[in-house]
């Protein structure tokens, strides 16, 4: 498998290398013409000139794995490849875009077959056998309208004929094994912020082609969405889970196939149709926070503010998900702007309270008590200073210690007067710190 990636790559570099007479300088940023594709590979070349034209506009895909505008694939798993390639030309309508499949026949690199389809460009192309016959049906995004207005189609490639199974608006698009069955699905998102429409949908495989076998609606007041991620729920079963922008703030979206339906157990499906469940800070995803192999939702909770009149300031509580109860794993004090976080123990969960230093890139963490509402003395302090500062000597030091530093920032802690009575230590700071990323 490793030696048929590394073929597949070389493969792909040589070809994109070596198309020169397509039009290949604007979408390198005007690199120098490359030399006419030789040898062995030339073959290729004339196979795609032949139906294209040595003019072709070659497109290349946006997103995904795949990024070359000639993708080799050995779809049938027989060990030789065959070539997909993505054009326009100049004779065609602005809106008209090929797949052209070019394949190894006596010997010879031949084009077998050519589709047209109305786009403007390619955002995604990924290959996955859908109806577990050993063979891999071919998948594209296509840009019909910019990255507005987007379509999916569903190709198989059998007896040298590429033939469209599917053509479905999109978001985003997954494949996956999403209800365990041993066949892989297509997971479709499709989200239309303007009219307020958000769902999903389950295509699958059957004997008259591409169907669609499950779908539900999904939070109408998203503006925007990641792409799904598969994972599992903490109780193992699979799910997709889809981080989502709304108004203010953000959301995750987890579905799971249960008896045949797709199911979206966060969706407030009573009262306002919306998922406010997971609701958080926009900048805040999904993430395997303490690396149990299991997807953690960032979700808000409120924390004091050392200022009585200061903004709102939240803890955020990492929850893992089973399907009906979220459970909190982690809790941590989230610094978005300087990019790190601090673990929060138990023990400390609701007796801290936060000075936020904007301007000076500090903050202070007070003890706190909650019951009276009085807040107690400074714990520490964590900083972040330009690293070249910090170096050379410029920033009083004081007794702040270094907990980490990226190539232009360090993150400093300095202890307060309060830290003894609670243990804390500069050690138990570096050990609780993390940067976001």
Known sequence: MRLKTSIVIL?????CVAFCGCDFAQNTDDMVSPPELTGDMSPIAEALYAVAGADCDLKYPAEGTHRSAIILEDINGDGIFEAFAFYSTSGDEMTTMHINVICQSDGKWVSVSDQTIVATGVEKVDFCDLNGDGIEEILVGWDVNGASEKQLSVFTFLENTLAQQLLQAYTSFLCCDIDSNGTNEIFVHVLNASEKTNKAIIYSYNENGMAQTAGCVMDGSVKSAA?????????????????????????????????????????DNDVSFENNSTLRAASLEIKDINQDGILEIPIAAELPNAVSDGEKLYYTNWCSFNGEKLSIKLVTIVNTV??????????????????????????????????????????????AVDADEWDSGDFNRGSKVELSRTQDTVFLAELGEGASAFAITTDVIIDAFYLVN
């Open 338 to 383: 300087d990019g790190y976080y601090l673990t929060v123990p138990n023990s400390m969960v609701g007796y801290v309270a936060v000075y936020k230093d904007i301007e000076n890139h500090e903050r202070k963490f007070y003890h706190y008590d909650s019951a009276n509402a009085v807040l107690g003395k400074l714990l520490f302090t964590v900083t």
């Open 227 to 267: 792409n799904p991620v598969l994972s599992v729920l903490s109780n193992g079963q699979k799910a997709v889970y889809i981080d989502e922008i709304k108004g203010v703030g953000a959301v995750t979206e987890v579905l799971y196939v249960s008896k045949g339906e797709l199911i979206n157990p966060l969706l």
């Open 11 to 15: 493969l792909a570099i040589c070809i």
